[in-house]
């Protein structure tokens, strides 16, 4: 103002008002910014652009949609979730009041102007959910009061620029997560020193996990997970002390997890090495950290015991240690399950696909009635399934499947009411299958198949209201097809009753199952004719009645099974034509 008051004493008075008003303009005036934000929405379509009715005319900007004002300037401009198409007009660097931009959730593609560049003032700056693409504008590293920095899910590609990132000393959040970035993370990252929370996950990040980054003191998030890191973790993130998460997981790291772990993240919460090429034993000292709810290590090459320490862990939830090669082979192998008894909060514990071996211990049924998921399949785990384990009355999915587990289905079974999938297939499991199991009305998947499972199919199976899935062929079960289970009212998925030795008909009920897709009966001793009924089960696109006993023709109705795509009637007794 100074200099246009000095430049007007020398001029005629029409220009000088002209230049007056330039200069107010060019230092954010109302006018100046109402032409931006116009620009702006010249750009923009899609169904919420008339959300934008009140943007018109030339003044009154600080009361338009999503606009904030501070002295007059534009200091926000907020439209989250406003159904916004289009590309992000230039004009926005000439809103240099900016300390809010928030533009998640909308339709915005194209790039992100290098303009942007001339914000700053910004503070926050939220693109994410939009469909932004192109390379990170380096420009952003003007933005130099950024603290929050959020572009997460859109279709940025390229590199992480390295100047970006070491300019915006002033960042707390940096949210990249689901973009399609590649090359290595530059090692910059670490002079952020302000930083508390770093999102780089589902990406295509490459290369070594950069050691400066265990220079962020302050870091309380570390998400690198689902990139194409490999190497091993450096050594200086284990002094990252604030941790409260650390997720790598779905990466190609490799290394040995350090045995003093537990005494380096005191407040850390969520721990994930999952699908990694990690080795060696799985330190006791885990046990110590004593906030920890998540711990993710399946998925990588982990041997010998799980410590029993982890049973320290109260207020543990997840512990996934699935698709290692750990071991239990005699009682002290197996303590931990014994200690995790005093895990209050348990909810899923994944111990599948590893070298467990020998008789699961009783304790098992101490677990805490928390907990949802028990999967133990894929191991060499022998013995008898403890006769409590109907006390997991939380539990909604049983694995067992692939194991050498063997005796009777214990009736306590029936107990666990929430059951949703129930997997005891191929397994040493003997005996009569219990009637208790008709009482797990949740349950929508059971698999039985390949087993010794001997006797009649319990009529009140007929009560699995839900059940999508019914599985149990390659048994030894005899007797007939109980009609109750033909009337299962979901059954949609598939029924699997092949490879037994059950007799008698097939009932017309058979006809009441409209949404099977397949019915699966080979491999019996079926008699009596095909029921016309079948024809009525017209989303059948798998109907394998072979090697049984069926005589008399081929009912006509079978054409009305326009969605069949496999036929097997072979091996019976079958005579006339074929419809
Ligand atoms: C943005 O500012 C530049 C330079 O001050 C100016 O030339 C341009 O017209 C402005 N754009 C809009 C849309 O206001
Ligand atoms: C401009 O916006 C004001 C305030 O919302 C509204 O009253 C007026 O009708 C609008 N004018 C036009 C031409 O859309
Ligand atoms: C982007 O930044 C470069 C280097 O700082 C600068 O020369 C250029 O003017 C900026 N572009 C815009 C559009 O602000
Ligand atoms: C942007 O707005 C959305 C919706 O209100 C909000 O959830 C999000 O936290 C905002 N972004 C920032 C960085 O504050
Ligand atoms: C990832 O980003 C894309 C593009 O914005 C989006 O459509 C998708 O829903 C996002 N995925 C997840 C898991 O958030
Ligand atoms: C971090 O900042 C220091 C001091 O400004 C600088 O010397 C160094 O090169 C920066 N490191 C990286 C990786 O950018
Ligand atoms: C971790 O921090 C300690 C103490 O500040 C320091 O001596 C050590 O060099 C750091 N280690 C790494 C790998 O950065
Ligand atoms: C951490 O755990 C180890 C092994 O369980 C134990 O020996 C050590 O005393 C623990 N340290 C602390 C500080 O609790
Ligand atoms: C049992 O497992 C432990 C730990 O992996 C191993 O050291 C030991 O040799 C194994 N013992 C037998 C009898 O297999
Ligand atoms: C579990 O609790 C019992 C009884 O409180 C205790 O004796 C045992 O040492 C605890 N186990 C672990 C691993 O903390
Ligand atoms: C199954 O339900 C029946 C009838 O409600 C009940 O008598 C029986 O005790 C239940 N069995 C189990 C194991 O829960
Ligand atoms: C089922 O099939 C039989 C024999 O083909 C037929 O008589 C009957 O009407 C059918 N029922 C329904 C509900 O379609």
Known sequence: MALAM??????????????????????????????ALLALKAELAGSGSGMLASWNGTAGVCGWEGVACTGGQVVALS??????????????????????????????????????????????????????SGTLPSNLSSCVSLLLLRLSSNRFHGRIPVELVYKLTSLQIFALRNNSLTGAIPGSLGNLSSLNRLYLYENHLEGPIPHELGSMGGLQALALQDNRLSGVLPHSLYNLSSLKSLWVGHNMLSGTIPADIGDRFPGMEALDFSSNRFSGAIPPSLGNLSALTVLSLEGNDFIGYVPSALGKLQSLTDLHLGDNRLEANDSQGWEFITSLANSSQLQLLVLGNNSFSGQLPNSVTNLSSTLQGLYLGDNMISGNIPINIGNLVGLTELDMANTSVSGQIPESIGQLRNLVALGLYNTSLSGLIPSSLGNLTQLNRLYLYYGNLEGPIPSNLGNLKNVVAFDLSTNQLNGSIPIEVLKLPQLSWYLDLSYNSLSGPLPTEVGTMVNLKELILSGNKLSGTIPASVGNCTSLVKLLLDNNLLEGIIPQSLKNLQGLSLLNISMNKLSGSIP
């Open 79 to 132: 439209l989250p979730s406003y159904g916004l198409a289009g590309a992000l007009s230039p004009a926005i660097g000439n809103l240099t009041f900016l300390r809010t931009l928030n533009l998640s959730s909308n339709w915005f593609q194209g790039e992100v102007p290098a303009s942007i560049g001339r914000l700053a003032r910004l503070q926050t700056l939220d693109l994410s959910y939009n469909a932004f």
């Open 6 to 35: 000095r430049v007007m004493s020398l001029l005629p008075a029409t220009i000088a008002v002209m230049i007056a008003a330039a200069s107010w303009g060019a230092h954010g005036g109302a006018s100046d910014e109402a032409s």
